[in-house]
């Protein structure tokens, strides 16, 4: 009886060893097309009996897809002899399900290999499908931007993220982290995670328009580019007073990691919109501890100082902005408003005359810099100055009445 209850186990234990595929992965292996597989992928994936099973179901989506690639890529070959040699016929091939297909492979491969890397039921880590697939998959990248830019002149603004994105999101896949790219670095990454971003944000997906704009922040060919989209899409989420502090705490960490002058400014700006001066000033006087007579710090200081009513402060920061740029018509114009602030206060006749002459050479040297007033509204101020000190009828006044009516 000992005997045969050993045999017994030992038969239960031999047929749990070899056990088959399960129901549900035979019938996937079974699909004859893409879009079936994928369906019961889908359906039925909580089904399947292992993470084995699972990558081998995701590998037969990447077969499938692939069976598509290779089909169009023959034709897409042949065209391109033809035309070099000029010989034979060029043939036309289905390009958005050429397109398509790449991104279905992409997609499922990176499923594939996701449950590949995935411990088996000893344990251990022992993936059927990763080199594989990382050899035949890496290369279809590149057609995914032209893939994108196709949906982009469609305003097919789904299929432009999806391309663009997928292109992204695979450019780190653990898939193709063996891929040696120090001989090939991928240089259209930069620009495709910035495009992908602002592509993300007009389908209104602000997690990966956040993801994918930091990817483009780390090229330095398109950080500039990327970094004010960066500060754009935290702005976009304004929607309350907390919404504000939030997006100056993410300023506050953008500024500790990007210290140039866009993100200062926008930084200084949204403390001033949100009127926490103490917090402002200290942003500034920070700012002109490490970068010594920094123009815009100075200059927005003094603006802040304009603002509040504190004119002596604001003229004599003004004053130092003109130190570090002397071309900016607009501080010309504060100062000379400042001064003129200051002279409307002034009781004595005499006194009052003298002070709005103070202030007459900053409001022509704005004038003198910005005739147009495309930058800077000098006219008036200028106005109220040659009509204190010339008087109404000078001929000086007059054009300027005229030039602000």
Same mark, same amino acid.
């Given at each position: 009886?000992?005997?045969?209850?050993?045999?017994?186990?030992?038969?239960?234990?031999?047929?749990?060893?070899?056990?088959?595929?399960?129901?549900?992965?035979?019938?996937?292996?079974?699909?004859?097309?893409?879009?079936?597989?994928?369906?019961?992928?889908?359906?039925?994936?909580?089904?399947?009996?292992?993470?084995?099973?699972?990558?081998?179901?995701?590998?037969?989506?990447?077969?499938?897809?692939?069976?598509?690639?290779?089909?169009?890529?023959?034709?897409?070959?042949?065209?391109?002899?033809?035309?070099?040699?000029?010989?034979?016929?060029?043939?036309?091939?289905?390009?958005?399900?050429?397109?398509?297909?790449?991104?279905?492979?992409?997609?499922?491969?990176?499923?594939?290999?996701?449950?590949?890397?995935?411990?088996?039921?000893?344990?251990?880590?022992?993936?059927?499908?990763?080199?594989?697939?990382?050899?035949?998959?890496?290369?279809?990248?590149? @057609?995914?931007?032209?893939?994108?830019?196709?949906?982009?002149?469609?305003?097919?603004? @789904?299929?432009?993220?999806?391309?663009?994105?997928?292109?992204?999101?695979?450019?780190?896949?653990?898939?193709?982290?063996?891929?040696?790219?120090?001989?090939?670095?991928?240089?259209?990454?930069?620009?495709?995670?910035?495009?992908?971003?602002?592509?993300?944000?007009?389908?209104?997906?602000?997690?990966?328009?956040?993801?994918?704009?930091?990817?483009?922040?780390?090229?330095?060919?398109?950080?500039?580019?990327?970094?004010?989209?960066?500060?754009?899409?935290?702005?976009?989420?304004?929607?309350?007073?907390?919404?504000?502090?939030?997006?100056?705490?993410?300023?506050?960490?953008?500024?500790?990691?990007?210290?140039?002058?866009?993100?200062?400014?926008?930084?200084?700006?949204?403390?001033?919109?949100?009127?926490?001066?103490?917090?402002?000033?200290?942003?500034?006087?920070?700012?002109?501890?490490?970068?010594?007579?920094?123009?815009?710090?100075?200059?927005?200081?003094?603006?802040?100082?304009?603002?509040?009513?504190?004119?002596?402060?604001?003229?004599?920061?003004?004053?130092?902005?003109?130190?570090?740029?002397?071309?900016?018509?607009?501080?010309?114009?504060?100062?000379?408003?400042?001064?003129?602030?200051?002279?409307?206060?002034?009781?004595?006749?005499?006194?009052?005359?003298?002070?709005?002459?103070?202030?007459?050479?900053?409001?022509?040297?704005?004038?003198?810099?910005?005739?147009?007033?495309?930058?800077?509204?000098?006219?008036?101020?200028?106005?109220?100055?040659?009509?204190?000190?010339?008087?109404? @009828?000078?001929?000086?006044?007059?054009?300027?009445?005229?030039? @602000?009516?």
């Amino acid at each position: 009886m000992k005997k045969l209850m050993m045999a017994a186990l030992m038969l239960l234990s031999t047929s749990a060893a070899f056990a088959g595929d399960s129901d549900a992965l035979k019938a996937i292996l079974k699909a004859k097309t893409y879009d079936e597989c994928s369906a019961l992928v889908k359906s039925s994936l909580s089904s399947l009996a292992s993470n084995a099973e699972k990558a081998k179901a995701y590998n037969k989506l990447v077969d499938l897809a692939m069976q598509k690639v290779s089909k169009e890529q023959s034709t897409i070959n042949a065209n391109q002899m033809a035309t070099q040699f000029k010989q034979g016929k060029v043939e036309p091939y289905d390009t958005v399900g050429f397109y398509t297909a790449c991104r279905n492979a992409l997609e499922a491969g990176l499923e594939c290999d996701k449950y590949d890397q995935m411990p088996n039921e000893k344990g251990k880590v022992s993936p059927k499908f990763h080199k594989s697939n990382q050899d035949r998959l890496y290369g279809l990248r590149l @057609n995914l931007i032209n893939a994108g830019q196709e949906a982009g002149n469609k305003n097919d603004k @789904n299929g432009a993220l999806a391309n663009y994105g997928m292109y992204v999101e695979s450019a780190t896949a653990p898939l193709f982290k063996e891929v040696d790219r120090t001989k090939n670095p991928d240089q259209y990454l930069g620009e495709v995670a910035r495009v992908a971003a602002v592509y993300a944000y007009q389908n209104g997906k602000m997690d990966l328009a956040d993801k994918y704009v930091d990817v483009a922040m780390q090229d330095t060919a398109t950080y500039k580019d990327a970094l004010n989209l960066k500060l754009y899409l935290a702005s976009q989420q304004l929607k309350s007073h907390e919404d504000s502090l939030n997006y100056v705490n993410k300023i506050a960490d953008i500024y500790a990691k990007n210290k140039t002058v866009e993100v200062f400014s926008q930084y200084a700006s949204m403390l001033s919109a949100l009127k926490l001066s103490d917090k402002f000033y200290a942003l500034c006087d920070q700012r002109l501890a490490e970068v010594p007579g920094d123009y815009t710090a100075t200059a927005l200081k003094g603006q802040q100082e304009m603002n509040e009513g504190k004119m002596d402060a604001a003229i004599a920061d003004f004053k130092k902005a003109i130190e570090a740029k002397k071309d900016e018509p607009i501080i010309y114009t504060y100062i000379g408003f400042c001064i003129n602030s200051k002279a409307a206060q002034i009781q004595d006749a005499a006194a009052q005359k003298k002070a709005f002459q103070e202030g007459i050479p900053y409001l022509e040297k704005a004038k003198e810099l910005d005739p147009k007033r495309e930058k800077a509204n000098w006219s008036y101020p200028l106005y109220q100055s040659y009509y204190v000190v010339y008087g109404a @009828n000078d001929p000086r006044t007059k054009e300027l009445e005229s030039m @602000n009516k």
